[in-house]
């Protein structure tokens, strides 16, 4: 019987974990160029297909915990 170290190094050599999180699936560049050119938040988001929290986090990275 394996214990948990052995069971965690074997699912890391299977690569089960990346340890990465989630890629970045939202188009940072397209958001601040549309912002650039005068867009608001709510229009850039519905645009796009994504929250207006998921744009203030693009546009105020300091500001994301």
Known sequence: MMGFE???QTA???ILY???GRPATIPA????LKAAAGLGPSAIAQELG???MSLHRVLNPRSAA
Do not use: A, D, N, P
């Open 12 to 14: 890391k050599s299977i």
């Open 29 to 32: 560049e397209k958001i601040r």
């Open 18 to 20: 990346k340890g990465k």
């Open 50 to 52: 994504i929250s207006r």
């Open 6 to 8: 052995e069971v965690s």
